[in-house]
Nanobody
Framework: QVQLVESGGGLVQPGGSLRLSCAAS????????MAWYRQAPGKQRELVAV???????NYVDSVKGRFTISRDNAKNTVYLQMNSLKPEDTSIYYC????????WGQGTQVTVSS
């Protein structure tokens, strides 16, 4: 069973930045497609960003130019750098790993508010 542990969430003012981390417990991490999702109260979970084992990335339109997903295979960790945060980015952010099966982290709260 692979464990994903997210960290880095918190309260930030509009226009601020946060970096989320997701550490995986599996040494096969380099083979995983990694993704960040988010879910706001009363809304469906949505894909925010994804990175393939080869490093290709894709983003939902609402975060393009503001968020950057990256991975460090030596540390079994994926990151989400979030800049120019807006109140509508407020959500619980979840890390997802896909390789033969799917694993989810427990989520980390991001609140953007003045």
């Amino acid at each position: 069973q692979v464990q994903l542990v997210e960290s880095g969430g918190g309260l930030v003012q509009p226009g601020g930045s946060l970096r989320l981390s997701c550490a995986a417990s599996d040494s096969n991490f380099r083979f995983y497609t990694m993704a960040w999702y988010r879910q706001a109260p009363g809304k469906q979970r949505e894909l925010v960003a994804v990175i393939t084992p080869g490093g290709s990335t894709n983003y939902v339109d609402s975060v393009k130019g503001r968020f950057t997903i990256s991975r460090d295979n030596a540390k079994n960790t994926v990151y989400l750098q979030m800049n120019s945060l807006k109140p509508e980015d407020t959500s619980i952010y979840y890390c997802k790993a896909t390789y033969l099966t799917i694993y989810w982290g427990q989520g980390t709260q991001v609140t953007v508010s003045s």
